[in-house]
């Protein structure tokens, strides 16, 4: 069975490439005539899903504390973590298919065109 029309648009944002590069429909299609690779993206579309949800719960706990130095959010250590591992899983999506990462999906800074990144 093919990648759903769901499916495609997750891999293609989890691997930080637009919706409208329309090109990637062929690509994905071509792995997707292997079973053993639906398999492994299918079970990574999981993971990341899973992610996604525990990075929603952290951020709805996060707390504000004050430290020596001012006001700071308790938990972003687990933040952190979670995007780390969402990184990684990105990572191996990417290995799947063979292709560089474009945005990064979990990243916490922003490129805005120059040599500097802000975050």
């Known amino acids: 069975?093919?990648?759903?029309d769901d499916e495609k648009l997750q891999?293609?944002?989890y691997l930080g490439v637009s919706e409208f590069y329309f090109g990637w429909n062929a690509e994905i299609g071509e792995l997707?005539?292997?079973?053993?690779?639906q398999v492994r993206v299918?079970?990574?579309?999981?993971d990341l899903a899973d992610v996604d949800a525990r990075l929603k719960?952290?951020?709805q706990?996060?707390?504000?504390?004050?430290?020596?130095?001012?006001v700071e959010f308790a938990g972003e250590d687990e933040l952190e973590a979670l995007r780390e591992h969402g990184r990684n899983l990105v990572h191996r999506l990417a290995i799947?298919?063979?292709v560089e990462?474009?945005?990064?999906?979990?990243?916490?800074?922003?490129?805005?065109?120059?040599e500097y990144d802000v975050g």
Do not use: C, N, P, W
């Open 1 to 4: 069975m093919a990648f759903t």
């Open 11 to 13: 891999i293609q944002h």
């Open 32 to 37: 997707g005539a292997s079973t053993a690779a």
């Open 42 to 46: 299918r079970a990574l579309l999981s």
């Open 57 to 59: 719960t952290a951020l």
């Open 61 to 70: 706990r996060l707390a504000l504390k004050k430290g020596e130095d001012g």
């Open 96 to 98: 799947v298919f063979g």
């Open 101 to 114: 990462i474009g945005a990064d999906y979990y990243g916490s800074s922003v490129s805005m065109g120059g």
